[in-house]
């Protein structure tokens, strides 16, 4: 099939993903690298700007994320996944381009206003943490990315990218597409005590659990607290298993929330009935997720050729942008 361009994305490696991760991003890429040329970066520079402090297991964190994407279906023969710090051509370009960036449109960015007061625990006034998203811009250019697929929060970087990429043409000559931002389909999945979910809140589901695991994460679910009879009428829509149905359990939805209103199911089958779909859907994940765990050299060989394709791109590039700038 004729692509349709080029995309690249990036997560940085934090630990295990969460369903959330995988219904608003990585479901999204499974069906992308269907479609386009897909370089997928672990961004292991952009986790130090704001955990410089205490990298944690970094090494460890990449596996297990790269595990996490090949179990949801990446496939490393339709896309190409690397490890950002591997193609040092990344640092490279920040630098040109930060020779150009004006700092009030770094400054302006809302996500860096918005981090510096929620993660106040942690100093990010730094010179690395005001430049995060001119480094996620070199790592879109640098692969001429058409297409960058991200949520909501992260638009404002890559109209930042679009700036920048306007920017070094006007000064160099047309190097850079401007690239387009395709926005995750959001499916809103509140934490398991229907607060918002948080790996701060400690209400998060992996999206790697085990059957037992998700079994006891939708016994801790929060029902309709008015609820106390199980033939009492409850009101589904302040139900976080009712809202863990209309994913999980498109097709029973509407005859949940029917059996809901008219008391005729109790919580607790409710439940069973939930914990029963989203293993069926889980179920391959996990699975796979326990083949690659006992092949930590596969994984090892899928970034060395990833970082190969990566660098063979990036180098390309980066010939062009010293060229453009006579260096
Ligand atoms: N900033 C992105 C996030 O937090 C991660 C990221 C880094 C990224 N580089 C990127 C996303 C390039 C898209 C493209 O989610
Ligand atoms: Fe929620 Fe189901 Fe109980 Fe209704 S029956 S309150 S949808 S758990």
Redesign the pocket.
Known sequence: MEKKGVI?????PTGRLQLGNLLGALDNWVKLQEEYHCYF?V?DW?ALTTDYENPGDVKGNIKEMVIDWLSAGLDPEKCVIFRQSEVKEHAELHLLLSMLTPLSWLERCPTYKDQIVQLKEKDLATYGFLG?PL??AA??LIYKADV?P??ED?AP?IELTREVARRFNYFYGQVFPEPGTLLNTVKLLPGVDGRKMSKSYGNTINMSAEPQEIKEKVRMMVTDPQRIRKDDPGNPEVCTVYAFHKIFNLQGTEEIEEVCRKGKIGCVQCKNNLAEKMIEYLRPIYEKRRELEKNPQYIMNILEEGRQKAWDKASQTMAQVREAMRL
Do not use: F, N, P, T
């Open positions: 690249l994305s990036g997560m940085r970066s961004v952009h995060y480094l996620q790592d879109i960058v991200v949520g992260q970087h």
